[in-house]
């Protein structure tokens, strides 16, 4: 086997036809004809004496041994990428694309802060936002389809990089005439899951408000859940019962003013840690380190920076 044989673009092709599980879609992205692509493909997998790639009529598959090869060529790829790198002028950082990803509880309430700030700052930066859920964006960052995600310090994994932001308290958010509403002392363990609202599976913030009930109030959970936090505000302004709100989220808003509430509580640990991640090989960390740095000094005063 002469691997010299192999080269940048041979892995590209690779990698893309494992995240888009097919010829066709992963051809286009690599700007190929697609049996230009096919036919590259198997003279990589002739050249390394495996099959990587299981083909159907209507599917593609990835083996174990194309599974290993993709992720190999995603290491060699980013590695390849800092050559690049070094021809950066240090005293531009942030300047060229960003690929920005935040999940759905913090992204259209932090951005607000920054934006301004950010383009008055660094003018050469295009920025490009990603909103969604946690498990979904860090899937497209270890994939290199984003650069960074911010998101809540809920998961662990050995290829991404973390850096501390902040911590944001959470608020109670509750229907006023409530018995919480009016409660001198308000603490974590007057939280019973039968009474509050969550938001639907996928969302880190519902595991964060479960958490915070005492172990004995964790049962009869509510069967209806929302899709996002303008929802929750809503549904606790009917009276259907009460949430927990990140602090950037807080809305006193004058339609919503007479029915709904908030909160703090006296605990100090009601709340979580914002982070920025992105992959541990990724070629600009200076930028990140930057990007980290400006949001902690752009954050409302209410939240702590760490």
């Given amino acids: ?34 049996p230009a692509l096919s036919a590259q493909i198997r003279k ?53 694309s960003l690929r920005l990803g935040a999940i759905a509880t913090v992204g259209p309430y932090l951005m607000p802060h920054l934006l301004a700030p950010l383009r008055k700052a660094y003018p050469k930066l295009d920025l490009f936002l990603q909103e969604g859920l946690t498990e979904q964006l860090l899937g497209q960052l270890k994939m290199g389809r984003l650069d960074a995600v911010i998101a809540s310090d809920t998961f662990q994994d050995p290829s991404l990089h973390v ?22 002392r308000l603490t974590r363990r007057d939280l019973q899951a039968e009474q509050m609202i969550l938001l639907e599976d996928g969302h880190c913030l519902r595991d964060q408000t479960l958490d915070l009930c ?18 929750l505000r809503h549904l606790v302004a009917t009276g259907s019962g009460y949430t927990l709100i990140p602090a950037l989220a807080v809305r006193d808003e004058k339609p919503l003013k007479p029915l709904v509430q908030y909160r703090t509580f006296q605990d100090k640990i009601v709340g979580r840690k914002i982070i920025l991640t992105c992959r541990r090989r990724f070629a600009r960390m200076a930028d990140i380190d930057a990007l980290a740095e400006f949001i902690r000094s752009n954050i409302p005063s209410d939240l702590v920076k760490l």
């Fill in 1 to 34: 086997m002469n691997i010299a044989s192999l080269t940048l673009r041979d892995l590209q092709y690779v990698v893309s036809v494992a995240d888009h599980q097919h010829f066709g879609k992963a051809a286009a992205s690599c700007n190929v004809s697609q």
């Fill in 214 to 231: 005492p172990a004995n109030r964790r049962g009869h959970i509510r069967q209806f859940y929302a899709t996002s936090l303008e929802t």
């Fill in 163 to 184: 850096v501390p932001l902040f911590y944001e308290p959470f608020v109670l958010a509750v229907p006023r005439g409530h018995a919480l509403a009016n409660k001198e």
């Fill in 44 to 96: 990589i997998e002739d050249l390394l004496g495996v099959q990587l790639f299981e083909r159907t009529n209507r599917r593609v598959a990835t083996t174990p041994a194309g599974h290993m090869v993709a992720a190999q060529a995603r290491v060699v790829l980013e590695e390849a990428a800092k050559i690049a790198q070094l021809t950066r002028l240090p005293q531009e950082p942030l300047s060229g």
